[in-house]
């Protein structure tokens, strides 16, 4: 009767939500009311790819986006997310600017062997909780005296004011109404024009998220009508917030970005990773959310009697933490982790077998249709890249004026492809160079700045020993039809573009990075002189202000790279 009762008060406010009327929102100032000379407002779409975006685009079916964004601002081509391609660690790095190996939140789903914590953020209990789980400082925290609002995304911590929608947008989401939570998003933009009155200020920053995209393309593809559907009501809603700053005079002081945090590809094939290792060879496998709410004797009990933990994101992405010694704080050598399936399986199938004997772990999974590309941790300044065409090491060097990363070809073919581009194949010499020669170098290739990224992963104790990465049509989740958490350019490139006061119109620039993002903000907002030093990110601001126009060569005066 209970329940009975909750979905029927959950049916009467869906069917509210539906019937509201789908218009901008009503955003009037009081006269004393203060607004900064130039505020900021970022919109993140999440699961939108850079060729679906640009498609959708030319066919005129993005018309806001175009004359409020585009038409008025610069549109970074080639614009790529931090790797892995996932929710999480890309919010996280948009509001930091630190990348995703340095603030630890390596998906939406994460196992520490240290704390001995499996965190899943895609769990109801846990997803409002990636605040506590990493230490830089986020563009609300670094605008503390200003105020800030957030709208849905839970990546928040020192915003003035979060504005959740739980018990309207949460409840959409729930029963599968995405419009009406995407109408909420637009929606809340009256809230935040009650609340600067009160307070007597408009935010400085504003930071409104929509999560549809994402979900519906999880599950239909993003060939479905579906998916096209929702990123159609999206650039509706992005219209209406725009038409609503413009009408309370508010859209030509403000600086609007428009990102996604990943692209997106279609996986009709799946392959259960926890399955195989618990069920095939016999390896006693975790992969539930296993948190600190539980007390440390439970959580050494319950991993204690595992040897891999198996977390996988956005069904393309599977870590692999494994524990061959007696415990899981002492990470495992190259060697171990090769030796893992002849140590620990307690199944013997033909197909593990051979002339050999029992193959390596990396050749096992290669031998998998499912496997693109592995990389295995080799220590804290190297990796292996193994592909079925070959295996080569990535290096590190950190000097006191920065790091400078090393590629070359160990055995076979160049499993990244970077041997086919010219530019990028002068940088596999075995030599070190910068994070923005690799950047700027691997641009045109399949796998862009995949060297320094995959290098930086490995820094954080949450990545695995080895990291799988999903072949093309493949997941290693169980039913979805679309996916990401690749490094293919499909998942890697997003829109990223910029318009507001200053900015040139109708402009581009080619080549660019979202965890650039938080840096770029606050320069152009006016709070340059607050953005904390050492981060990953660069501001291009500079590089946004002397944009050419579309279709026209960049001027000499332009800053080169990041």
Known sequence: MRLSCLAAAAALLLAGLSCAPDRPPVVQLEGDTLVGETVGLLIVVDGLGADTFESLQRQGRLPNITRYLIDRGVTVRRAADSLPTITYPNNVSMVTGTLP?????????????YSLTLQDYTELRAYRRVDEDFSPQTIFECLHEDFTATVLLPVRRGATRNIDNWASAGIAWFLGDQPAVNHQVANRFELISR??????????????????????????????????????????????????????????KTVVCLVSDHGFTNTPN?????????????IESREHIYGRDNPLEDRVAHFGSSRAVVVVNGDRRCDLHLRTGPHWFERPSAQEIESFVSRFAQRRLPHLSGGDGVPTLSQMLLAMPCTDLLTIRHGDNEVEVASRTGRAIIGRQCNPDGKTYSYQVASGGDPLGYDRFPQAA??????CHSQDAWRQGTMDTYRPGAVPSLMELNDSPRCGDVAMFAAEGWDFGRANAGGHGGLTRQEMFVPFIWAGPGLPAGACLDGGWTVDTMPTMMELIGRGAKIPAGLDGKSIAARLRAAAPAGGAAPASAPAGN
Not at 270 to 282: K, T, V, Y
Not at 426 to 431: E, P
């Open 426 to 431: 002068a940088l596999c010499d075995g030599l």
């Open 101 to 113: 190996g340095r603030h630890g939140i390596m998906g939406n789903k994460w196992f520490d062997r």
């Open 195 to 252: 609340l600067a009155n009160l307070s007597g200020r408009w935010p400085r920053f504003t930071l409104a998220y929509f999560a549809t995209p994402d979900t519906v393309g999880h599950r239909r593809g993003i060939d479905d009508e579906g998916y096209i559907d929702i990123l159609v009501d999206v650039d509706r809603q992005v219209g209406n917030i725009c038409q609503s700053l413009r009408q309370a005079g508010l859209l030509e």
């Open 270 to 282: 799946h392959r259960d990773m926890r399955a195989f290792f618990q069920n095939e060879l016999g």
